[in-house]
T-cell receptor, first 115, second 111 residues
Framework: DGGITQSPKYLFRKEGQNVTLSCEQNLNHDAMYWYRQDPGQGLRLIYY???????QKGDIAEGYSVSREKKESFPLTVTSAQKNPTAFYLC??????????????FGPGTRLTVT | QKEVEQNSGPLSVPEGAIASLNCTYSDRGSQSFFWYRQYSGKSPELIMS????GDKEDGRFTAQLNKASQYVSLLIRDSQPSDSATYLCAVNGRGRRALTFGSGTRLQVQP
């Protein structure tokens, strides 16, 4: 089955700790994205990558870091510098960018709670 | 002005009625428009895409695009309680190879 997996589903961390969220896709998509969603709000773009070994900051990149060493994988690290890390984190992928290639498909999400 | 604007709702319609969801966007250069459905606690699911002016129908869903007025809408015919969810509008913006999402409209279909 083709799809996007995120792990873990729920994650609890103490303040001051870095944490890495996993995102893997087997859709052979070139582009991958990370979003953050807070209660009652829309999706805000953290980082995106159009190709291996390249990524761009989104609207709220401060306190986050990513890597794209493999086409299938786009892990997100939430660092201790992120002031309000508790949120629902969503990973998505698309074939590429432009026209229908923008169609994004989402993983199930990781709910991060930092106390 | 937000790049993509939606009325947060809730929009309440009776079962069997037509639900009409609207979205406006600010970037005249946008060319790709999407509607996602998100159930509470779940991730968004793509339900419609539209790229040219006019209507696009898929089952009970119709997407409408008017680039001159910079709005895109989603009609849901014969609304069912299972359609109760938040609907997110997404648009590609010129200058960035990623989608911008609206904050969503919550739809409630009353049995």
């Amino acid at each position: 089955d083709g799809g996007i997996t995120q792990s873990p589903k729920y994650l609890f961390r103490k303040e001051g700790q870095n944490v890495t969220l996993s995102c893997e896709q087997n859709l052979n998509h070139d582009a991958m994205y990370w979003y953050r969603q807070d209660p009652g709000q829309g999706l805000r773009l953290i980082y995106y990558s159009q190709i291996v070994n390249d990524f761009q900051k989104g609207d709220i990149a401060e306190g986050y870091s990513v890597s794209r060493e493999k086409k299938e994988s786009f892990p997100l690290t939430v660092t201790s510098a992120q002031k309000n890390p508790t949120a629902f984190y969503l990973c998505a992928s698309s074939m590429g960018t432009g026209g229908a290639s923008y169609e994004q498909y989402f993983g199930p999400g990781t709910r991060l709670t930092v106390t | 002005q937000k790049e993509v604007e939606q009325n947060s709702g809730p929009l309440s319609v009776p079962e069997g009625a037509i639900a009409s969801l609207n979205c406006t966007y600010s970037d005249r250069g946008s060319q790709s428009f999407f509607w996602y459905r998100q159930y509470s606690g779940k991730s968004p699911e793509l339900i419609m895409s539209i790229y040219s002016n006019g209507d696009k129908e898929d089952g009970r869903f119709t997407a409408q695009l008017n680039k001159a007025s910079q709005y895109v809408s989603l009609l849901i015919r014969d609304s069912q309680p299972s359609d109760s969810a938040t609907y997110l509008c997404a648009v590609n913006g010129r200058g960035r190879r990623a989608l911008t999402f609206g904050s969503g409209t919550r739809l409630q279909v009353q049995p």
